[in-house]
């Protein structure tokens, strides 16, 4: 199955049924299809070959996802580039990835030898037929460029395969059915934001596609309007949720799930989310770029295990290796992660040194399987507790030091809004635990508190050395927290 079939799918199934409301503006499946149908023959028009990048410089918005499905259908590969980019990354990505065509409505791109397409140029106007397919599955659909250990962000390149695989996992575990309203608002460069389109157009469901969350009773007015059913958040997302008021005035009857991955949510804000909605299912779950998604925690357990992200998801399979490669098989013993299923990524692009870092010879013959780059645990029931990414393990005084742990116990306190935990170089330990914390508004909390509470909760060595408080903390526009902007 191909990417592009999931909107003509369900165009063909239910042509006036509602599948995006963005701005305000209603759309429906027939009139997306039509509307990508008719984009993708201007991409043709203006040279666009099989397997060509188009590049995607726009903000959430139907022109956007019109875009996405527009590649896809002209047997291109798209590229998602958040409109916050700024010139030098953009300039970066589009040559990186040899783009054909670039989306937008930006006036300011300077010199650049990619084919323009105004935004604008995406009409909802007529009836226009599919496109005869050009791909079969193995080709490949999308770019997602992600953080670089060199700085430069890598093309994570993904196949129809990849992303239909991924899908159809996940939609399995949330039991999504065409009854399902989406709220989106995070951004489609971000694979958390852009999979809640494709999914949604797989079962037929409904996006209700904003911006942003800078404005959140909007965003409630919104859940309840739509009769939202289901709300991807990351933690930024639930800290602001959190400290809401009179938010038992509303009504969200219609909420049947919330989901989250990027960076797990502190046990505090799963039981806060609890209490906020109770009859509400609650998952937890990790994922990264290179493969989209890997691990959920099943909603019954959020409150026994709320700092797991469960078992593999369905078609899928993980375990963990030491240091050696060797496969662990005692419970609670750390090692990295390793992914065996049909969504691992085919590679970075252009990138064979990295990509040979990660992708690795598997169990069985000739495949190949992800290397994660993260430190997990499993318990005796073969739930996963993610421990810290590889780089970020802290070496003090002899001792392995999970930041996460740290950053956990912080947020126990009721007045942290925000914890982030890193080493840093000391002469006599190697390197220190310093804790970065932002405070509720008013908080009389000090230093001295918050070391008292450390040392009721953590080992010696695991104690914070030094605590530096912030007004809020630095964060990419998909709301990870970014420590390597914190000294």
Known sequence: MLLNEFLENSAQKYPDKEALVCQGIRYTYAQLNSAANSLAHVFISKGLKKQDRVAIYLENSSESVVSIFAALKAGGIFVVINPQVKAKKLEYILNDCQAKILVTNSNDLGETDVTVVPSRTVQFAGEEPNLPKSCIDIDLASLIYTSGSTGNPKGVMLTHLNMVSAANSITEYLDNTPDDIILDCLP???????????????????????RSFTYPYQIIDLIIKEKVTG?????????ILLQLKNLNKYDFSKLRYITNTAQALPPKHIFGLRDLFPHVKIFSMYGLTECKRVAYLKPELVEKKPTSVGKAMPNMEVYLVDENGDMITQPNTIGELVIRGAHIMKGY?????ETAKRLKPGLYGNEQVLYSGDYFKMDED?????????DDIIKTAGEMVSP????????????????????????ILGNAVKAFVAL????????????????????NFKIPKFIEFRKELPKTTTGKIRKKELV
């Not at 692009?349 to 040194?353: I, P, V």
Request: glycine residues 6%; hydrophobic residues 45%; proline residues 3%.
């Open 188 to 210: 489609l460069s971000f694979d958390y934001g852009l999979y809640q389109v494709l999914m949604a157009f797989k079962f037929g469901g409904r996006v209700v596609l904003e």
């Open 404 to 427: 996460k742990e740290v950053e956990n116990v912080l947020y126990d306190i009721d007045d942290v809004v925000e914890a982030a935990v890193i080493g840093v170089p000391d002469e």
């Open 440 to 459: 509720s508004e008013g908080s009389q909390f000090t230093e001295r508190d918050i070391l008292l509470h450390c040392q009721k909760n953590l080992e």
């Open 382 to 390: 073969g739930d996963l507790y993610f421990i810290s990414r590889k």
């Open 231 to 239: 709300f991807p958040i990351v933690p930024t997302i639930s800290a």
């Open 349 to 353: 692009w252009n990138l064979f040194e």
